[in-house]
C-alpha cells in the first residue's frame, strides 16, 4: 500500500471522528441563553447632547434658544368688520321707507309715514296731531282758534283752514330738509285727491275731477278694510257722531256708539289695509285738488266726529270749502311726496283769493 501523506490522514481522521461523535443535543429554548443586548439609546442621546453643546458654543452665549412655532390651533380670520348701525324709523331714508325695509319712516316731529301701494308717497298715518300743529303755529305765530271743547296733543288739530294745512306743509318740509331726514328733492305736502282714494281702499274710479268721482262708489265705506257697510257695527269702526252724544245732538248714528263725543286721540280706531287710522271719521282732511277745475274751493274726505249722513261718510264723497275756511272738525294728513314732478300748490297757492266761509251750511259746533 502506498505511503498516506500526513496531511490527508490527519484530515480523514478529523473527519471520521466527527462523523462517528453524536450531536450535542438540542437545547431546549428556556436552556438557550438571551441574547445580548447592545445599549445603543444611551450612545445616541449622548451623541445629540454632544452636537447640541458644540452647536451652543458655536453659537454663543448671546444665542436665545430655538423657539419652535406653537401649532396653530384655527386657521387666520379676517378682523370683524364694523356691524352697520341698525334701520330705524329715525334713520331710515324716504327711499329706505318707500321700499318697505322699515316698519314706518319718523320725521322729526314724530309723524309717522308709510307707503301707500298705486302711489309715490308716504302717508301719515294719523292726522296732524295738535302737538304737530302747535309747533308751527308756535314758531309761525299763526292765528290758530281753539275749539269749544278740550284736546289732548294727541288729537287731531282742527279749526285748521287748507291755507294753514298747506302752510304747515311748507314749513315743514323746510324743517325736514335742514335736519336731514329729507333731501332738497323731497318734500311735505297735502295729499291729491286720487292719492287719497288710494289710501282709503277705492278701486280705480271714473271720473276727471274730484267733483265727478263725487259719491261714484256706492255702498262703500272707510271701516273694515273699506270692504264696510252701513251703518258701522261693532263701535270700532272710526270716530263719528254715534249714541255717545245722545241728548247732546241733534242726531246720531242710530246703534253706533264710539265713546267719543269730540274728537279722539288719532290711532284710537282700526287701522286701514294700508296701516292708516282715521281716514274715515275724527276730523275732514284737505287735499291738495280744486274741487272743480279752475275754482278755488279745495276738496275734503272722509267725514269727522260731526258727521251722520250715510253719504257724507262714503269712501268717494267730496265735501268742498274755501280755502281759507276753519271749522271744528277740519284737520289734515300730510304726506311726503319724493320728488318735485308731481303738480304742486305752491304757485296755485298764491294766485287766488281766499275764501273765508263754507260753502256748506252745517250745524252749529257742539259744546259739551
Ligand atoms: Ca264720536
Ligand atoms: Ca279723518
Keep these: 500500500m502506498g505511503k498516506v501523506p500526513f496531511a490527508a490522514t490527519s484530515e480523514y481522521a478529523l473527519l471520521r471522528a466527527h462523523m462517528e461523535t453524536p450531536p450535542p443535543p438540542v437545547p431546549s429554548p428556556s436552556s438557550l441563553p438571551s441574547p445580548r443586548r447592545v445599549p445603543v439609546l444611551p450612545w445616541v442621546v449622548a451623541g445629540i447632547a454632544a452636537i447640541a453643546a458644540a452647536a451652543a458654543i458655536l453659537r454663543g452665549p448671546s444665542s436665545p434658544p ?15 368688520a364694523t356691524p352697520a348701525p341698525a334701520l330705524t324709523p329715525q334713520t331710515a331714508s324716504f327711499a329706505q321707507a318707500q321700499r318697505g325695509e322699515v316698519v314706518h319712516f319718523e320725521n322729526t316731529l314724530g309723524m309717522r309715514f308709510v307707503p301707500v301701494p298705486r302711489t309715490a308717497v308716504l302717508f301719515s298715518v294719523w292726522e296732524a296731531r295738535v302737538q304737530d300743529y302747535r309747533a308751527f303755529a ?26 294753514d294745512a298747506a302752510a304747515f306743509c311748507e314749513w315743514l318740509t323746510k324743517r325736514e330738509q335742514r335736519s336731514g331726514r329729507i333731501t332738497a328733492q323731497q318734500r311735505c305736502r297735502l295729499p291729491t285727491d286720487e292719492e ?16 265727478e268721482k263725487n259719491r261714484k262708489m256706492k255702498d262703500v ?12 257695527k261693532r263701535g270700532t269702526e272710526g270716530n263719528y257722531c254715534g249714541q255717545e252724544t245722545k241728548g247732546k245732538a241733534g ?5 253706533y256708539t264710539d265713546r267719543r263725543e269730540n274728537t279722539a286721540p288719532v290711532g284710537s280706531y282700526e287701522v286701514n289695509a294700508n296701516g292708516l287710522y282715521d281716514l274715515g271719521g275724527n276730523a275732514w282732511e284737505w287735499c291738495e285738488d280744486e274741487y272743480e277745475p279752475g275754482k278755488p274751493t279745495r276738496v275734503l274726505r272722509g267725514g269727522s266726529w260731526v258727521d251722520v249722513n250715510p253719504a257724507f261718510l262714503l269712501s268717494s264723497f267730496r265735501f268742498f270749502d274755501g280755502p281759507g275756511y276753519r271749522y271744528v272738525d277740519r284737520g289734515f294728513r300730510p304726506v ?6 308731481r303738480r304742486g ?14 260753502f256748506f251750511p252745517r250745524e252749529a259746533p257742539k259744546t259739551f
Design 138 to 163: 308756535q314758531e309761525t305765530r299763526r292765528e290758530w282758534p281753539k275749539p269749544d271743547f278740550s284736546q289732548g296733543d294727541d288729537h287731531p288739530a282742527v279749526n285748521v283752514s287748507w291755507e
Design 345 to 358: 300748490w305752491s304757485a296755485r297757492a298764491l294766485s287766488f283769493s281766499p275764501l273765508p266761509f263754507s
Design 251 to 255: 242726531s246720531m248714528i242710530a246703534g
Design 66 to 80: 430655538p423657539m419652535l412655532a406653537p401649532a396653530p390651533t384655527a386657521l387666520p380670520t379676517a378682523a370683524p
Design 196 to 211: 287719497w282714494s288710494w289710501a282709503v281702499g277705492l278701486p280705480p274710479e271714473s271720473g276727471r275731477t274730484p267733483q
Design 221 to 232: 265705506y272707510p271701516w273694515d278694510k273699506g270692504r264696510g257697510t252701513w251703518p258701522p
Design 336 to 341: 311726503l311726496a319724493g320728488d318735485l314732478s
